[in-house]
């Protein structure tokens, strides 16, 4: 329930602040005072979008509070679910800089317009005289049907279901043309796979024989290098070994006369030692040192297999091509394991699809039940506001066997008929504007007492009756009212004698500025109000009478 809205800077309004009864508010004035800038501005908090030439000041912001009673409108989840502060009393505000940046508020949390829409169409419904080419959509005509059917709990699982079968059935068919695509890739994927298997491929290898490969094409060279080193080692006179020896037996005779000279004898003779091994690992080097050429054979075959196989697979390594082998290995086992894969979604797709067919037919057997209580409902109101001979007929039609879209298996749409003798049609093409205003009043009656919505507001649906439907009218409303708050501007004095709550809009004018103010009036105020809304701005005696007795009958 909107308890207050304050306005600031915006259009014609400076300052304006409005607090609501809980039931009927009545909202009058002469056509541009500005009850549509209020209306407007309420918008702002509803999460219309802003205009920038609409500010009264524009070297000040504009600021659109509201604050709603939202206790016992299951809304607590909804606030959870946003990460929001829950409050009883909950703050919706809007403001906008002149330069046309926008900050929107839930309780102080800022938060984006499409956060505050969603909390803002669970509060209030808004519906004017233009709102009236919406009962032709089957969308609306739909939710009708399902407001009364109470289908609300229903239709969230079957959605979820529906939205969830969708995607399970893309999945699907996106995994079986993948399959027929790689079961077409299978040989092809299985040869190169082979061949690399058969490569018998390993970390390192590549290295290890290039290495062999080197030493193999070059053994002569190597063979004859530690000959030459062996024998100016050992065999050739004088050789290396051999004059270290000559060495220590002439430091020998030194060492009596120089006893420090020990040392030098001893690494001698160390080095004596140490070139005794060099030339034993030399001599095992050069007996293992072969020319082998049919090794070199072997080695530059595999090799080149390696460097083709390199160059087919676009690698650098031998690590790289084991990896590329592993790929074509995982890719042989999806294919081969794809048919296990789609019969799993199947089995999973056809399931979602039993409980989508049990939710729909559940859903649309609660439908054809409702139908009869909308026509009888909106009928009997149509007849109380002046419209005996109205007839409104809705058709249940279901979709072709195993179709369904996110609404279920059926379609509604609505047929009426306004006067006595004519076939029901689409209500474009029978009704007028006062009739359709009517039709979708008795409408909202209905969905008022299926519905915790908190507040609706009327703008100007009147078009179209006068006089003792007028009257009829606002009867409906007050009785509307005593389920949900309603507010409603009017021009009839009919339907605003019926209201609580009964404010004037109106203008303040200067030379230099135009304001619109709001105020709420009291009983003799009220009874000027509805005679001039009867007579004029000069209402005789008669008008003011007709105004009380307006007044007395509520």
């Known amino acids: 329930m909107l308890k207050r809205l304050a306005i600031r ?22 056509t541009g005072a500005g009850k549509s800038i209020i209306l407007g501005a309420l918008s702002l908090i509803l999460g219309q979008r802003a205009e920038g030439k609409y500010f009264f000041n524009q070297q ?46 839930i309780n102080d949390t800022p938060v984006n317009l499409n956060l505050l829409k969603k909390l803002s169409e669970r509060l209030i419904d808004v519906h004017s005289q233009h709102a009236t080419l919406e ?25 979820k279901t529906y939205k969830l079968y969708r995607t399970t059935q893309s999945l699907l068919r996106e995994l079986i043309s993948q399959s027929e695509q790689n079961k077409a ?26 290495q062999e490969q080197s030493e193999l094409t070059h053994a002569e060279e190597i063979k004859r290098s530690l000959l030459i080193s062996i024998g100016i080692l050992s065999d050739n006179e004088p050789s290396a070994a051999t004059q270290i020896k000559e060495a220590l037996v002439s430091l020998g005779g030194a060492e009596k006369f120089k006893p420090e000279l020990n040392k030098i004898s001893e690494r001698l003779n160390s080095a004596l030692i140490e070139i005794k091994d060099l030339i034993s690992e030399l001599e095992d080097f050069e007996q293992r040192s072969l020319i082998n050429e049919s090794r070199l054979e072997e080695v530059n075959d595999r090799l080149d297999l390696l460097y083709s ?41 056809d399931k979602l699809l039993e409980d989508m067919t049990d939710l729909a037919n559940e859903i649309s057997g609660r439908r054809t039940n409702a139908i009869p209580k909308v026509e009888a409902q909106v009928m009997h109101t149509l007849s109380e506001i002046g419209m005996p001979n109205a007839v409104l007929q809705i058709l249940n039609e279901c979709l072709p066997e195993g179709k369904f879209d996110s609404n279920g298996n059926n379609q509604i749409r609505f047929l009426f008929s306004a006067n006595k003798g004519q ?29 915790a919505l908190p507040t609706i507001i009327f703008d100007e649906i009147d078009t179209g009756i006068s006089g003792e439907v007028a009257l009829r009218v606002g009867v409906i409303m007050e009785k509307l009212s005593k389920n949900m708050q309603v507010i409603a501007i009017t021009h ?13 809009v109106y203008k303040d004018e200067t030379a230099d500025i135009t304001n619109t103010n709001i105020r709420q009036l009291d009983k003799e105020e009220r009874v000027m109000e509805l005679a001039k809304m009867l007579s004029g701005n000069n209402p005789g005696e008669s008008a003011i009478q007709n105004a009380r007795e307006l007044l007395l009958k509520f």
């Open 135 to 159: 009962i032709n959509d089957e969308e609306f005509q739909l939710l009708v049907i399902d407001t009364v059917a109470e289908n609300q709990e229903l239709l969230s699982n079957y959605r």
């Open 9 to 30: 800077n915006y259009a014609l309004i400076d300052d304006l602040d409005i607090s609501f009864s809980n039931e009927l508010n009545i909202m009058t004035g002469e």
């Open 185 to 210: 890739e299978l040989d092809y994927f299985q040869f190169q796979f082979d061949e690399l298997e058969k490569a018998r491929l390993a970390p390192g290898e590549q290295e290890e024989l290039e």
């Open 60 to 105: 000040k912001k504009c600021v659109i509070e509201g604050i709603f009673e939202v206790n016992g409108f299951q809304l607590e989840d909804f606030f959870t679910e946003n990460d929001l502060d829950y409050e009883a009393e909950t703050v919706l505000r809007r403001e906008i800089s002149s330069d046309g940046k926008t900050r929107a508020f």
């Open 492 to 504: 009839l004095p009919q339907i605003a004698s019926k209201g609580n709550t009964h404010y004037c």
């Open 309 to 349: 196989l390199h160059k087919k697979h676009r690698v650098k390594s031998d690590t790289e091509l084991i990896a590329v082998q592993n790929q074509f290995k995982e890719k042989i086992s999806n294919i081969l394991f794809a048919d296990e894969d789609i019969e799993k979604l199947k089995t999973e797709s």
């Open 423 to 451: 076939s029901p049609l689409p209500m474009n093409k029978v009704a007028s504007g006062g009739e359709l205003s009517r039709l979708m009043l008795s409408i909202k009656s209905l969905v008022a007492m299926h519905t």
